[in-house]
């Protein structure tokens, strides 16, 4: 009798390491699964950034010099008409972009698809008062609002200063 029980005690251990085991395969997996995702968002974010940089490059709004700033919601209001405002400068005579730069475009970008993402910006110095081409590298190097911002830029209206 004992060695019956003794089985059934010895089969119910293997099962339980079986469940473990498959737990275990399962988590990593997913695990996995969403780390694919995640580059895999990236990537498309990526190549919407570079087709918006194409676009705009062939309009003629492109310039890798060119330092952009998000607006305060007032301002925008005040400039763009838009709580959704971007203004574009000419990098200053010191080679570094600044708040007083000369204002060469102003973009309305309430009609893009990441305007909450962008505005939730405001203020960033990660992103604000960087040239496009600095953008244009962060989005490239993995920074998903970097390619966003792009993508915003080609989806905007430009307002000529």
Do not use: H
């Given at each position: ?94 080679g ?11 973009l ?29 590298d ?24």
């Amino acid at each position: 009798m004992s060695r019956k029980g003794q089985g059934s005690l010895e089969y119910l251990f293997m099962v339980a390491a079986a469940l473990i085991i498959i737990f275990a395969v399962v988590s990593y997996i997913s695990g996995s699964g969403s780390q694919a995702t995640q580059q895999g968002d990236i990537a498309l974010l990526q190549s919407q950034a570079e087709l918006a940089k194409s676009k705009l490059t062939a309009k003629g709004l492109w310039n890798d010099e060119y330092c952009f700033y998000i607006l305060s919601e007032s301002y925008s209001k005040d400039k763009v008409g838009s709580k959704y405002g971007i203004s574009i400068k000419d990098k200053g005579s010191n080679g570094k972009c600044d708040k007083s730069d000369r204002v060469i475009y102003y973009l309305d970008y309430s009609g893009s698809e990441y305007r909450e993402e962008v505005k939730a910006l405001y203020g960033d110095g990660k992103y604000n008062l960087k040239t496009l081409k600095e953008l244009y590298d962060q989005c490239l190097a993995g920074d998903e609002n970097a390619c966003k911002v792009i993508i915003t830029l080609d989806e905007s209206l430009w307002i000529p200063q």
